[in-house]
């Protein structure tokens, strides 16, 4: 059977809309679009989608400037209505599971089995049956209403949803077109964004371990907003080193570094629990590295604290990093730019308009 075509890549996140639109080759893969539409604060809140108006307008202004043929699109969703959890299951064939995973899906999640929408992934091969006759299931939950949000909003501004993915599986499919990772290591990827981080731990190439705590780029904004009694534009500015700071005598660069400082150090704390937790549970826990990416991985503060907290090497994670780029199309400090805030929609328009 031929391969269906790459179905384009519509990162809806909580301060902008993402398009990404890659080409196949015979070894790699090409970027042929990459656009970011900023949406209003607050017009998604906890994964809620308060302002679909302005949503539908982003993602139309983003069709509209590149000239796609293509409107077969995957989505990522994330936060409170995801669940994703690692189970042990007697041993049976894919479609066994299937048959049997709504019964069992009930004792693993906090919602009514009727209201989600269940996807499962058999983690486990024949060849690590150690003879106890279980193996481990990757079981993901979104809930129904939560996911009819996201796709009508797309359906709205004149796309087809054919494939929703998970934020942390987004970011994990960018990743490994990217890096060369060793079977033998484990990494974890931290995707920071405006209001959620997402944590996926890998170990022997597949997820073991994810968790998304509710932080992210907004905190740091509204810190800065509270304690320094600037506005919300201001705060923007300066959490990212801007210029703001010259228009505003009254703020001085060491009180902005506290407040970043501050509400790094929260972070890194969640980070650092979740991966506590983590390595407390597992067999073998030694992490090698951590990998970060999101747009709020631009400020430095955050890479420092983690580093500090969770004792690991932290490397910026560049979704780009193998991808061919022709620079006469794109400008390559716009690309270095935003490549941070661009891994889930490069990892989202990895996947194919045919796949479950």
């Known amino acids: 059977m031929a391969k269906s075509r790459l179905a384009l890549g519509?990162?809806?996140?909580?301060?902008?809309?993402?398009?990404?639109?890659?080409?196949?080759?015979?070894?790699?893969?090409?970027?042929?679009?990459?656009?970011?539409?900023?949406?209003?604060?607050?017009?998604?809140?906890d994964g809620a989608l308060m302002n679909s108006t302005a949503i539908v307008e982003a993602i139309k202004h983003l069709v509209g400037q590149f000239k796609l043929k293509n409107r077969e699109v995957a989505i990522g969703v994330s936060g409170h209505s995801v669940i994703i959890k690692k189970i042990s299951m007697p041993r049976m064939t894919q479609e066994e599971l299937?048959?049997?995973?709504?019964?069992?899906?009930a004792q693993y999640i906090p919602f009514d089995v009727k209201d989600v929408n269940i996807d499962v992934q058999i983690l486990t091969g024949p060849e690590s049956d150690t003879g106890?006759?279980?193996?481990?299931?990757?079981?993901?939950?979104?809930?129904?209403?939560?996911?009819?949000?996201y796709t009508s909003v797309v359906a709205e501004a004149g796309l087809t949803p054919v494939v929703v993915d998970v934020d942390a599986f987004a970011v994990q499919n960018a990743f490994e077109i990217n890096y060369q990772l060793s079977k033998a290591e484990t990494v974890v990827l931290v995707n920071a964004g405006a209001s959620v981080c997402n944590i996926n731990v890998l170990a022997n190439g597949l997820t073991t371990f994810t968790r998304d705590v509710t932080m992210g780029g907004n905190q740091f904004t509204e810190e800065i907003q509270k304690q320094l009694n600037v506005s919300y534009d201001e705060a923007e500015k300066l959490k990212v080193g801007g210029d703001a700071a010259r228009d505003a005598d009254s703020v001085i660069p060491q009180e902005v570094e506290?407040?970043?400082?501050?509400?790094?150090?929260?972070?890194?704390?969640?980070?650092?629990r979740s991966l506590d937790f983590y390595t407390a549970t597992a067999a073998d826990s030694h992490i090698a590295r951590l990998y970060l990416a999101g747009g709020t991985a631009k400020i430095p503060a955050l890479f420092k604290v983690i580093e500090q907290r969770v004792g690991v090497p932290v490397e910026i994670l560049n979704?780009?990093?193998?991808?061919?780029?022709?620079n006469r199309r794109f400008d390559p400090n716009y690309i270095l730019e935003v490549a941070l805030s661009a891994a889930v929609g490069v990892g989202l328009a990895l996947r194919r308009s045919n796949e479950r």
Not at 98 to 105: D, F, G, L, R, T
Not at 258 to 272: F, H, L, P, T
């Open 98 to 105: 299937e048959e049997s995973i709504q019964w069992e899906a």
């Open 132 to 149: 106890t006759g279980q193996m481990d299931v990757l079981l993901v939950a979104a809930k129904k209403d939560m996911i009819n949000d």
């Open 10 to 45: 519509l990162d809806i996140g909580s301060s902008s809309v993402k398009l990404v639109q890659l080409r196949e080759n015979k070894r790699s893969f090409a970027l042929e679009a990459f656009g970011v539409a900023q949406l209003p604060p607050e017009a998604i809140v």
């Open 319 to 326: 979704p780009f990093k193998s991808i061919e780029i022709d």
């Open 258 to 272: 506290r407040v970043i400082q501050g509400v790094a150090d929260q972070m890194a704390g969640e980070i650092q």
